[in-house]
Structures are given as C-alpha cells and as structure tokens.
C-alpha cells in the first residue's frame, strides 16, 4: 500500500449509489485520511483546488443501471482513478449486494473495472459487523427491524425487505453463486477459520486460491477482527504489485484504515468526535423509500408536517400539475419555519384501498411499473423545492431517491461532516452557488438508522455512532 504522504491519493472508491457513497465517506474521514467525495471524476482543475488528498470517491448510481450503460460509466471511473495512481480502487456495493445480472451487475463492474487493476487479487469483503451483516462460509446474513436489541438476523434471501426487493430481489445467499449468476465463473472463498493470529494460514490459504487465477475471491467477515485480518492482506498485496480492486460495503474502508493505523500511516487530520448540533432554520426530509424502517422512521417524526406523495400520481397522467401542488405544499410550511416530511406513501404500492383481488393486482402492477420512474420525480420534486426557499439541513432516505436528487442539483462534491446513527452521516454539500454550498446533507439507505433518525437529524445527536460498534 502507497504510503498516504505520497502525491497523489492511495485510496479511490465509487459508490454504486450516494447513501453507501458517504458512509465510506465518513469512514474514511473518521480514520483521519483526507477525503473528498465527487459526483463525477475530477479533471485537473478541481484537484488542485481540492489540495492534497489521501483518499478520493465518485458517487454514482450503478446500482440502478443495466450493464452496458453500467460498463460505460465504471471504464470512465476506472480510467480516471488510474490515472490518479490509486493503489486500492474500491467498487463500494451495498452492505446486503443487492444487484442482478440485467440491474446493477457487481459482476459487470468487476469486469470493468478490473482492466485497470492488473492485481492478480480481487478482493470480496462480504459482511460489515457495525451494520450487522455478516458473512458466514460464503453466505450473507444481515439485521432487520428498528430496534438494536430487538433486531432479528435472516439469511439474505430470507430476509424480510431484501428478499422482497421490487428491483434486485436477493433470492440467493451464497454470495459466489450470486455473483457466478453475474458473469464471474471462478469465485473463491476464504472462511472465517482461516483468520489466524500471525496471518499465516490466511496467507496460505489465499496463495493456494489464487493458483487457479479466480476472478475474484470472497472474505467471510464476522467481527472487526475479521476486517483487520484482511485489511493486512489488502496492503500486502497492493504494496507489492498493481493496483488492487476491493469490493464490498464500507468495510473494505474499515479494513484498509486498520492496516494504516497498524502501519502507524494515519493520517494528518484531526478527528476527534463532533456531534451535530440542533438545527438553526427548518429541516426538510424526503423519504422514497418504501421499506419498513423508514415508514417506522416517518411514523416517529412527530416534530413534522408530513406531506403524502403518491407515486401513481407522480409518475402517471397529470405528474407535472401533481408535483406542482405538492412542491407548493412543502414549499409554503418551509417558509413559516416548520419542519417539513415528504413521504411516497406505502398505500400506493401495496393496493391496500383495492376492494377485491382483481383489483388489487392491478393497482399492484401498476404501482410496481411506477417505480424505476419515482426516483427521478423525487429528483424533480427536490429541485424544485431548493430552488424557492433556502435551507440549511435538509434529509433524504432512500438509496436510489438520493442517487437521482443529488445528482439532480448543481452541486459538485460532498464532504463529511458529521455522524448520526450506524451508517448514516451528515455532510456538507459543496457547490458552485451559494444557495446550495455548505448545506448540511443527510444520505440514507432504506434499511439504515435508528427508529427516530429524523427527530435526531431536526434536534442533533451527541452520540458519535462510529464509536458504538
């Protein structure tokens, strides 16, 4: 691994949607590396009015794109990382790597992207414990409901969200079967029994795997022991030879930031922890998610006005005249100073209101058609709504809602600010116009963050959660 004084950053990561994009984000930054997040590769000019940086991430959306237009959006990122001179490219998928062959391919960006990592190791991070998902003699299992001492663990595929996915379904829990169904034919795996104290029999392990030239390998990971145990095998590796190509959540950011800090090449930075004050004008949230934590998380958010958005009427006939009122619905309360929640309603997509089943099937199939279409109408809707009242905090749930609406914004960058719960972070958006530069930004995933999440984000949270886990 480049020593982090060098030039040039060491660490490039790209996220395959903004909320996974910023949680390694803080990550990063938490471990004291300079980092900055981009909406699109840098040219020569943004670099150098960034300064020096230790570590540098794109935030994309390849988690919703079909494999050629995912192909010609990673040979660009690939492309542009190595001409920076990384020695770790990471492809940061979601911590459940909910993907598919036709939608989001990680097999595809592995193909991709390994032409510009010429390390005979691709390395697959399977688990991230701080999230609880873990990664089990290559099976993923992972956490559901809102509650840390009520949550349930289920085998992906079981799992009572992402096995329901109206996208990529997770139907498979083998994560070398998932990705074989993707393109990669040869995935080897190491267990969690080969995490040996002096790494001897890790190595031994890995060297016998690489001998039939796999296109990847997977890491079983079941504590934090586990990530430092690969993170030494991640810098070895890219110490020694080319760039090396890492996969996985966040993790493979916690694994690398422990072998820096065993290496004693921390970073300059200080970082130590900063809690998020309460907010000084009125927060506007918008949910498009639709999994069950976030509606636990909208159902607490008593200090909002809450504002229904009905995804039939935002993606049908009269869409424009819709988004039009509800903008003025949010629009209005913003300006007399009150917190404001936005919300595509659950009712919609599950035909609670059909009065047979004829009925519902159809309202059902016509909610599901809706989908790939809401989060660009949620884009619009956010445009919208930032370009007639200024805000300093604002909140977006939803991994493909925050893709689309921050892509959506004349904005370039973000960069961490401050933590909220595990995997959820607050950032400050970087812009060229001073109506949206410095606003403070909140990210997240359908499945991430504590029962009151959006009461946190209005009052502050003292808590650091990075240190909880």
């Not at 193909?111 to 010429?118: S, V």
């Not at 414990?129 to 949550?151: I, K, M, S, T, W």
């Not at 972070?425 to 949206?436: F, G, I, N, Q």
Request: with cysteine; hydrophobic share 45%.
């Amino acid at each position: 691994m480049r020593d982090i004084s060098g030039d040039g950053p060491a660490y490039g990561f790209y996220g395959d949607d903004f909320t996974g994009a910023t949680d390694t984000l803080a990550h990063l930054a938490r471990a004291g590396l300079r980092t900055m997040l981009l909406f699109a590769p840098p040219d020569a000019a943004r670099l150098s009015l960034l300064g020096r940086l230790d570590a540098v991430g794109i935030a994309g959306a390849a988690r919703t794109m079909p494999p050629q237009v995912q192909q010609q959006e990673l040979a660009r990122v690939g492309a542009a990382f190595a001409a920076l001179g990384v020695s770790v490219m990471h492809y940061k998928v979601c911590s459940t790597f909910d993907s598919a062959p036709q939608t989001g391919s990680i097999g595809v960006a592995i193909r991709t992207l390994r032409e510009y990592c010429a390390n005979p190791l691709v390395a697959v991070v399977g688990g991230q414990p701080n999230l609880r998902r873990y990664c089990v003699f290559g099976e993923l299992f992972a956490a559901a409901g809102a509650d840390d001492h009520r949550q349930s663990i289920y085998r992906i595929d079981r799992h009572p969200t992402m096995s329901r996915h109206p996208v990529t379904p997770m139907n498979e829990a083998d994560l070398r079967i998932h990705l074989q169904r993707q393109g990669l034919e040869n995935v080897q795996s190491i267990d969690w029994r080969c995490y040996a104290d002096d790494d001897t029999m890790l190595q031994t392990e890995l060297d016998s795997r690489l001998e039939s030239k796999p296109d990847a390998v997977l890491f079983d990971v079941l504590d934090d022991s586990h990530l430092r145990a690969i993170g030494r095998v991640i810098s070895r590796h890219a110490n020694s030879q080319a760039p090396l190509l890492a996969v996985g959540a966040s993790s493979v950011a916690q694994a690398y930031a422990s072998a820096l800090n065993e290496a004693g090449e921390r970073g300059e930075v200080n970082v130590a922890p900063v809690s998020l004050a309460r907010a000084r004008g009125p927060v506007f949230v918008l949910a498009g998610s639709l999994s069950p934590l976030t509606e636990v998380q909208i159902a607490a958010a008593q200090s909002y006005l809450r504002v229904e958005l009905d995804p039939l009427k935002m993606t049908g006939e009269g869409a424009a005249d819709y988004l039009a009122a509800r903008v003025a619905a949010i629009v209005g309360p913003l300006r007399d100073g009150r917190n404001v929640l936005a919300f595509t309603t659950r009712r919609a997509v599950h035909a609670a209101d059909a009065t047979d089943v004829t009925d519902a099937a159809k309202a059902e199939g016509e909610a599901r058609r809706a989908l790939p279409q809401l989060a660009h109408t949620c884009a619009s809707l956010l445009r919208e709504v930032l370009g007639k009242v200024r805000l300093q905090r604002i909140g977006i749930a939803g991994g493909d809602t925050s893709s689309f609406a921050i892509r959506a914004l004349d904005a370039w960058g973000l960069s961490y600010f401050a933590p909220l719960s595990a995997g959820v972070t607050v950032c400050r958006l970087h812009a060229d116009s001073s109506e949206l530069d410095g606003m403070e930004i909140m990210l997240k995933g359908g499945q991430m963050g504590d029962a009151n999440l959006f009461e946190e984000l209005l009052n502050g949270h003292a808590r650091d959660e990075a240190d909880k886990h």
